[in-house]
C-alpha cells in the first residue's frame, strides 16, 4: 500500500475549517497533515484528550470518541503517525493505535493496537502484520 501524502485527496474547504477549529477553539492535538472526511466524528465532550498524529487518514462516518457517558469515563483517545481508519470504524475511549495500523472499514476498537498492525472485526482482532 502506498501510504504517500502526494497520493492522498486535498482538503476541501470544510475539512480546512473543521481542522482550525478542532485544533485551536476544541483543543484537540490534530496534524495538518492528517486527512480527515468531512463526514468523521471526532468527539467533541472531551475534545482535549483526542490526538491525531502525521499523515493519518480517517475515512467517511468514522467515529472517534473519548467519552463513555454511562461509565462517566473521559479518557485520551491517540491514532498513530501513518495510519488509516476505515468508514464507518468506531474507536471507544482510552484507545492507543499505533502507528502505521489500518483499522478495517466498520471494525469497533475497544483495545490498544501495537504498532503496525491490521485489525478487522467487532471487537477488532488483528488479523495481519503489516510490513
Known sequence: MDRSIANRPSKSLRQ????????????????????????????????????????????????VLTHDMSRGMYLPTRIGARSVIGARAVIMPGVTIGEDCVV?????????????????GNPARPWREIA
Do not use: K, M, N
Open 16 to 63: 480546512i475549517y473543521q481542522y482550525l477549529v478542532r485544533r485551536y477553539f476544541w483543543g484537540s492535538t490534530v496534524a495538518w497533515s492528517a486527512w480527515i472526511a468531512a463526514t468523521a466524528l471526532i468527539d467533541r465532550t472531551f475534545p482535549a484528550g483526542i490526538e491525531i498524529s502525521d499523515r493519518v487518514w480517517i475515512g467517511p462516518f468514522a467515529l
Open 104 to 120: 478495517d472499514p466498520g471494525a469497533v476498537v475497544s483495545r490498544d493496537i501495537p504498532s503496525g498492525q491490521r485489525v478487522a
